[in-house]
């Protein structure tokens, strides 16, 4: 099992930057993935970014570019810095870990959410 700690959100303006962390319990080596997903207000929740515990990254289309995904093995953290925000980019973003456990299955954990508003 795992417990993820987010932080970082805020109101920033467009164009502005903000780094989002979450701090995992357990060494993140041993998830199978991190990342964020973001929920807007009357839209579905979708990936925003990912990063496997190969180093393999995948973002979403419309944050490619101005999204990267890092880890700190040592500080069991994955961070998330967003640059040019655009207003579009509003929403709680969560982050999540995908855990698989021998014998057991595979299993999503998720973050409290941290709110991003992009306004000017």
């Known amino acids: 099992q795992v417990q993820l700690v987010e932080s970082g959100g805020g109101l920033v303006q467009p164009g502005g930057s903000l780094r989002l962390s979450c701090a995992a319990s357990r060494s993140i080596l041993s998830i199978d993935a991190m990342g964020w997903y973001r929920q807007a207000p009357g839209k579905q929740r979708e990936l925003v970014a990912g990063?496997?515990?190969?180093?393999?990254?995948n973002f979403l289309d419309s944050v490619k570019g101005r999204f990267t995904i890092s880890r700190d093995n040592a500080k069991n953290t994955v961070y998330l810095q967003m640059n040019s925000l655009k207003p579009e980019d509003t929403a709680v973003y969560y982050c999540f870990a995908d855990l698989s456990i021998s014998g057991r299955g595979a299993y999503k954990y998720w973050g409290q959410g941290t709110q991003v508003t992009v306004s000017s």
């Open positions: 990063i496997t515990s190969g180093g393999n990254r």
